[in-house]
């Protein structure tokens, strides 16, 4: 007859019970992710805290500061950066000693379970190490606690896979943005936009986003990065990176390594330079650099054979690469807003360029090879010191819009060819020294609309230009007709100017012997 077992001490039921209100009790439990990102946080942070320092270290003297003030601005600086990384520490941190101090909790409850389970096997010497042969009740507490345990380990893994595929909406901190990197490459994640959710403070990537090897799509804009970690070179998925309205001062060398990015936005930002590597972004297809501190471009730039839009505006750039000349899938040219004197004579390569504006510069004159520039639709060159627009120019014939206003005292006339280009709609000429417009703009049948405000015209005059672009266009035509006419009628030197005009190249189609409108 099988003996049963004695019932369980009241006093071991009270500390079964007080081991589940305590293990109850503690903050929810670290997930593996969550190690994870706290282990790449603080290798993060040391690297942050070096690089910090060593800038420090590299600051120069200005000679009429003393050396010892400068030393203590020096210390200051590297003690701000000690206090900052220390800060960005303390959350890793607590993970960490969170994890550790579970898996003391751990070691303990199955130290307890072992200690009061129920074991038939067990002889009378050998339970006199613990508690003895315990009834049903206790057993089923223990076996409540473990379940508790592991619903606890799956609960903080769900926490955590919650937090990452649903960003939440206020700031991320930056062992959440490590969290964020660690599920998003665990769920192979394609797409990750973090536009404007990282804290102030955080100012570096965690390392590990060299783990994000699915991502095709990366948006990091408006918050404040200082630097990206070497390891983005990794991600050789990604097709398009977002990151402007930073503060990034420069590039890893291993940026050249994206060699998929089709789409790269970098603009509002304190770069002063690009690596050497950024030749390697054969695949770019749009480039916006624009509201940096560029003064160079490199020669590499010409690798980008496949770019169609590169907008390089206020900036203080003072010469293009004559390289630019190889990026003939160009469509696009934005250089508005920097120090460019010249252009160089490459630009007329560009046979795709559609739009190319260059207001706020100090541009004295185009190049001639602009002419083969047969596909250009809008230029701009106001607010600059241009003194002349070539003849070439009217070659490229198929252009819209023309806008060479604001050169103030410096252009003085428009080129003679003007009325070759059939196609321009708009034309902007105010705040010039133009008095006479050529005699060819009649044949502009397609201007809607002319900007001459303060240029003081004389041919035509001021209320002709008043009644618009047709006007001026009609007046031009009448005005010619009647000089051609007037000339005819005259002997001596009215002869003369006939004659010249009988040997005058002339449009096919697009004027009458009588001087009358284009067809």
Not at 123 to 134: A, H, I, L, N, P
Not at 161 to 174: G, M, Q, R
Not at 243 to 263: A, K, M
Not at 421 to 431: F, G, K, R
Request: aromatic fraction near 4%; charged fraction near 25%; charge should be negative.
């Amino acid at each position: 007859m099988a003996i049963s077992p004695p019932p369980t001490p009241p006093a071991v039921m009270d500390v079964v019970e007080e081991l589940m209100r305590v293990y109850r009790s503690l903050p929810p439990r670290p997930s593996i992710e969550e190690v994870k990102a706290a282990m790449a946080v603080l290798k993060t942070v040391n690297t942050e805290e070096e690089a910090r320092i060593e800038e420090v270290g590299r600051m120069e003297k200005p000679p009429e500061v003393p050396e010892e003030l400068f030393f203590v601005l020096q210390e200051v600086k590297r003690n701000l950066v000690l206090l900052q990384t220390q800060e960005q520490r303390k959350e890793a941190m607590y993970v960490l000693e969170l994890d550790k101090r579970f898996h003391v909790f751990d070691e303990l409850i199955q130290r307890a379970s072992k200690l009061v389970s129920f074991d038939e096997g067990r002889g009378d010497e050998e339970r006199k190490g613990g508690f003895g042969v315990m009834d049903g009740g206790v057993e089923k507490i223990l076996v409540k606690l473990e379940k508790d345990e592991k619903k606890q380990k799956e609960k903080g893994e769900e926490d955590v896979s919650s937090l990452k595929s649903n960003i939440p909406a206020e700031k991320l901190s930056l062992i959440q943005v490590a969290s964020l990197i660690e599920s998003s490459a665990k769920k192979g994640v394609g797409v990750l936009d973090l536009q404007g959710k990282l804290m102030d403070q955080i100012e570096w990537l965690p390392v590990s986003v060299d783990k994000l090897q699915d991502i095709t799509e990366l948006n990091l804009s408006e918050n404040r990065i200082m630097a990206l970690p070497s390891t983005v070179g990794s991600l050789r998925s990604l097709t398009k990176l977002d990151i402007h309205s930073n503060q990034l001062i420069n590039l890893p060398e291993s940026f050249g390594e994206l060699s998929n990015l089709v789409d790269l936005d970098l603009h509002a930002n304190h770069l002063t330079s690009l690596p050497a590597s950024f030749g390697k972004l054969i695949n770019l297809a749009s480039l916006d650099l624009s509201s940096n501190q560029l003064s160079v471009l490199p020669e590499s730039l010409g690798n980008l054979t496949k770019l169609r839009r590169l907008n390089v505006e206020t900036n203080e750039l003072e010469e293009l690469p004559y390289t630019i000349g190889s990026c003939t899938a160009l469509v696009e040219l934005r250089l508005d807003f920097n120090q460019l004197k010249a252009l160089p004579e490459a630009i007329g390569k560009l046979e795709s360029l559609e739009v190319l504006t260059l207001h706020y510069n100090r541009i004295k004159g185009l190049p001639t090879s602009m002419a083969s520039l047969s596909k250009l639709k809008e230029i701009d060159v106001s607010f600059n010191e241009l003194e002349s627009i070539p003849e070439s120019l009217c070659l490229a014939t198929n252009l819209v819009k023309l806008n060479v206003g604001r050169n103030f005292a410096d252009l003085t006339a428009l080129p003679r060819s003007i009325g070759n280009l059939e196609m321009l709609e708009e034309l902007d000429i105010s705040n010039n020294q133009i008095r006479m417009l050529p005699e060819s703009f009649r044949f502009l049948s397609k201007l809607r609309v002319l900007h001459a405000d303060e240029t003081p015209l004389e041919v035509p005059p001021r209320q002709v230009v008043k009644l618009g672009a047709q006007a001026v266009v009609q007046y031009m035509a009448d005005l010619v007709a009647a000089r051609e006419t007037s000339s005819m009628q005259t002997g001596g030197n009215g002869f003369w100017y006939w004659l010249c005009s009988v040997f005058r190249p002339r449009r096919k189609n697009q004027e009458t012997l009588s001087g009358t409108n284009i067809v």
